[in-house]
């Protein structure tokens, strides 16, 4: 199993930025997928998730701002992350996992820093 996501850098504030995570090696239809991040001398914190039936939740910190989609033909979630905040500056990490279930699956993360 991988979980790889790419799209992090360096953006000013107000900026965008769209973040991928790709799985593979998984039956990624079945998987809830989340995005995550951490901040520096900051737990680890749900950002947004998307559900295998297609529901999305947002964590209140983002909603209006960050969007989460995902296609299940190319195993990828996105997260379209607009009007960017420096305390957005954290590691971004995908998760996959069927709810109740041992299958539970991080990627390497991506750095996003947020200039003022």
């Known amino acids: 199993v991988q979980v790889v996501e790419s799209g992090g850098g360096l953006v000013q504030a107000g900026g965008s930025l769209r973040l991928s995570c790709v799985a593979s090696?998984?039956?990624?239809?079945?998987?809830?997928m989340g995005w995550y991040r951490q901040g520096p001398g900051k737990q680890r914190e749900l950002v947004a998730g998307i559900s295998s039936g297609g529901s999305s939740r947002y964590a209140d910190f983002v909603k209006g701002r960050f969007t989460i989609s995902r296609d299940n033909a190319k195993n990828t979630v996105w997260l379209q992350m607009n009007s960017l905040k420096p305390e957005d500056t954290a590691v971004y990490y995908c998760?996959?996992?069927?709810?109740?279930?041992?299958?539970?699956?991080w990627g390497q993360g991506t750095q996003v820093t947020v200039s003022s």
């Open positions: 998760n996959a996992v069927i709810a109740g279930s041992i299958n539970n699956y």
């Open positions: 090696g998984i039956t990624f239809r079945l998987y809830d």
